[in-house]
T-cell receptor
Framework: DTEVTQTPKHLVMGMTNKKSLKCEQH?????MYWYKQKAKKPPELMFV???????INESVPSRFSPECPNSSLLNLHLHALQPEDSALYLC????????????FGSGTQLSVL | DQQVKQNSPSLSVQEGRISILNCDYT??????FLWYKKYPAEGPTFLIS?????DKNEDGRFTVFLNKSAKHLSLHIVPSQPGDSAVYFC?????????????FGKGTRLSVIA
C-alpha cells in the first residue's frame, strides 16, 4: 500500500464554520506533512509531524490547527478561515530517517466563502 | 529568497521528441534532489531522484542529470508522450541532516503535442 488518502476531496465552508481535513497512510511512515498549494504556485509547507510530535510549524495562523492522533492519521482542523485560505491542501508522508521522498495524497480542494 | 528555481514556466514539445526541464539551486547544502509530476487537482507524484554523490540517474524514459559545480539539474524525458503533459516540480533537501522539509521550485508546465 503506497497510498496517502485524504478526505474530503472537496470542501466549501463559510468563514464562521469549523471543519476538519483528514489524512491516512499505512506505509509505516513516521513523518507526516501538511502543504498548501495555490494555483500556479509550488506546494508551501505548513506543518511537519515526526513520530507523532509537531516538529515544524511554518508560522501558520492559529486558525489552522494540526493534530496527529497516531502514526497513521493526520488531521487539520479549520476555524474562522478567510477567503484567501482557499487552496489545495496536500498531506504527505515519508520515512523520517531516510532521504525525503514524500508520498502525497490527492489533496482537499478548499473553498472559503 | 528562492532556493530552488525553475526559470521556464512552460515548455511545449512534439510527441516523440526529447523534453528537457531545468532547475537551479542556490543552497550548496542541498544533497538530495527530486522531481515530481503533478496533474490538476491531484497531489504531486514522485518521478525520480538523485543524490549529490551521483551525476546521473536513469529510470526508463526519465533521466536526471546533476551538475553540482553549476548548482544545476535537469530532467530529460525521451521519448515524450502526450500523457507526460503535466506540471513538473523540482525539489531539494539536505537529507543528511534528517527530517529536513523539501524545498520546491515553482514548477514548469510541460505540454506534449501529438
Amino acid at each position: 500500500d503506497t497510498e496517502v488518502t485524504q478526505t474530503p476531496k472537496h470542501l466549501v465552508m463559510g468563514m464562521t464554520n469549523k471543519k476538519s481535513l483528514k489524512c491516512e497512510q499505512h506505509m509505516g511512515h513516521r513523518a507526516m506533512y501538511w502543504y498548501k498549494q495555490k494555483a500556479k504556485k509550488p506546494p508551501e509547507l505548513m506543518f511537519v509531524y515526526s513520530y507523532e510530535k509537531l516538529s515544524i510549524n511554518e508560522s501558520v495562523p492559529s486558525r489552522f490547527s494540526p493534530e496527529c492522533p497516531n502514526s497513521s492519521l493526520l488531521n487539520l482542523h479549520l476555524h474562522a478561515l478567510q477567503p484567501e485560505d482557499s487552496a489545495l491542501y496536500l498531506c504527505a508522508s515519508s520515512h523520517p530517517d531516510l532521504n525525503e521522498k514524500l508520498f502525497f495524497g490527492s489533496g482537499t480542494q478548499l473553498s472559503v466563502l | 529568497d528562492q532556493q530552488v528555481k525553475q526559470n521556464s514556466p512552460s515548455l511545449s514539445v512534439q510527441e516523440g521528441r526529447i523534453s528537457i526541464l531545468n532547475c537551479d539551486y542556490t543552497n550548496s547544502m542541498f544533497d538530495y534532489f527530486l522531481w515530481y509530476k503533478k496533474y490538476p487537482a491531484e497531489g504531486p507524484t514522485f518521478l525520480i531522484s538523485i543524490s549529490s554523490i551521483k551525476d546521473k540517474n536513469e529510470d526508463g524514459r526519465f533521466t536526471v542529470f546533476l551538475n553540482k559545480s553549476a548548482k544545476h539539474l535537469s530532467l530529460h524525458i525521451v521519448p515524450s508522450q502526450p500523457g507526460d503533459s503535466a506540471v513538473y516540480f523540482c525539489a531539494a533537501s539536505t537529507a543528511g541532516s534528517g527530517n529536513t522539509p523539501l524545498v520546491f521550485g515553482k514548477g514548469t508546465r510541460l505540454s506534449v503535442i501529438a
